[in-house]
């Protein structure tokens, strides 16, 4: 009985640690997509809000200057 134990021991080590692993790999990949999503809205942002402003202030500045 005790050498059953034993075995059922290590088996169900070896499954927390693959359990494990798997997950510490789905992390990674997550971390990886989050890590790109934030460029990628990051760049947006840059594209859909704060360019437009510079843009409209360096005009601004053009314009007082022409006057």
């Not at 510490?24 to 704060?50: G, P, T, Y």
């Not at 843009?55 to 500045?61: I, R």
Request: charged share 25%; glycine share 2%; net charge negative.
């Amino acid at each position: 009985m005790d050498g059953v134990c034993r075995l059922l021991a290590h088996a169900t080590r070896d499954h927390i640690v693959r359990v494990a692993n798997e997950a510490e790999f789905i992390l990674n990949r997550m971390r990886a997509d989050d890590v790109q999503k934030h460029a990628e809205f990051e760049a947006s942002c840059w594209e859909d809000f704060c360019f437009p402003v510079l843009v409209d202030e360096l005009v601004l500045f053009w314009y007082m200057g022409a006057i």
